[in-house]
């Protein structure tokens, strides 16, 4: 078995797409998945990208992705690397490629003078966690994760303060 792990080439976009989906689909999230493959490829390929994308290869067939954006932590004041998504597809896992991701993630953040990585991890997700703790990770058990969107996005938008 041959695992590689490079950035993603322009024309991937569906291989993302389909590892995307099937996290959005796994997590129970597929009802709010929107994403085209030209939608990635589109934000990924910019004059200027926000985001990365790392894709893994298991013996040539496209196995896992790490999709990241930059951020930025005042407490450092500095950017940071967010993990927006690592996913390695059923068929793949239990076969290093999730560790394999993140240590050429590791290597992108880095090589771009980024000194830390975030992500966040589903709280049922005990295959991930294992992972993550076997590269040394730590978990901030006190922060909760809120996202704003959608109808409650502009209805706070629209409120008159």
Known sequence: MTI????????EGPALLAMTRALAESHGFLDKYTATAEDL??????????VGCLLAFCDGEPAGCAFWHRSFT???GCEVM??????????YQRRGIGLALLQR???EARDRGFPSIYWLSMGWNEKAQALYDKTGATCDEGMRFYRLADAALIRLAGAKS
């Open 74 to 76: 005042t407490a450092r």
């Open 41 to 50: 490829e589109r934000a990924l390929f910019a004059s200027d990208p926000i």
């Open 105 to 107: 993630l590791a290597v």
């Open 4 to 11: 590689e792990v490079r950035s993603i080439k322009s024309g």
């Open 82 to 91: 967010y993990l927006e998504d690592l996913s390695v597809l059923p068929a």
